[in-house]
């Protein structure tokens, strides 16, 4: 097995090998991952915190010995959190780094990391604070950051920004955690699901007071959330169906 980490600020993970498929997800700096399959110009990834595979360039990660990724994955999570904030490589150059990157591994890269970070579990009324952070970020299939973000990238980030973990996709999330049966039962912090007419579950947001929603949606807007699901004001009408709601933690 070989082993791999990501030393670019933000870098697309494709369904297929190749630049013009479609973009399944990001690995940011930092992100750790095992490699299962190797070919000349692509290598087939499974990122270690949520386990999403996916195809990366080779010329955008460093190969990890098995002792390097062991003890790197061990270390305690210390996750960025201004929205931008700077490494500085072994030679002096600078890197623009987004919220949410991974830097306890700045060592084994031979970076120095300038700005705040995150490296403890904050308290669940953190959760719609950290959220509020992404308002306006434009809507982005695949996407992870500040500057291109999906709806499910959008709670896998702000939940791993307070310490707790979130699978990739909404369908996956949808899998954690205790389903309420009711919204007045729910809290800030929470997940509300939503099905499309097949009765998948392809959007996912994150619960605040009085019956409002932050979910990326266009952008990371906040709208109102009822029984039948999300109302945009903007509209005038609903545009996603209330399928669940669940409470992670």
Aim: with cysteine; aromatic share 10%.
């Amino acid at each position: 097995m070989q082993y791999g980490i990501c030393f670019l600020s933000i870098v697309p993970l494709r369904l297929e090998p190749a630049d013009t498929s479609e973009m399944v997800t990001q690995v940011l700096y930092g992100e750790c991952f095992k490699v299962l399959e190797t070919r000349k110009k692509w290598c087939r990834i499974r990122l270690a915190f949520d386990r999403y595979e996916g195809w990366m360039d080779r010329k955008q990660f460093r190969f990890l010995k098995e002792s390097e990724y062991t003890s790197n994955v061990a270390l305690p999570a210390k996750i960025t959190s201004d929205l931008v904030s700077h490494i500085s490589t072994e030679s002096q150059q600078l890197m623009v780094l987004p919220m949410g990157c991974e830097v306890q591994h700045t060592q084994l890269l031979k970076h120095q990391h300038e700005g705040a970070t995150i490296e403890k579990t904050m308290p669940k009324a953190q959760l719609v604070t950290t959220a509020l952070l992404y308002l306006n970020a434009p809507y982005l299939w695949g996407g992870k950051t500040p500057f291109g973000i999906d709806c499910s990238g959008f709670t896998q980030m702000v939940y791993k920004l307070n310490g707790y973990a979130l699978l990739r996709d909404a369908s996956q999330q949808a899998t954690q955690g205790e389903p309420l049966s009711f919204i007045e039962e729910s809290e800030p912090g929470d997940l509300a699901f939503f099905d499309n007419t097949e009765g998948a579950i392809t959007h996912v947001g994150i619960i605040m007071k009085d019956n409002y929603i932050i979910h990326a949606h266009g952008h990371v807007r906040v709208d109102r959330l009822d029984h039948t699901g999300i109302f945009n004001y903007e509209k005038r009408t609903h545009t996603h169906k209330l399928r669940v709601i669940k409470r992670i933690i």
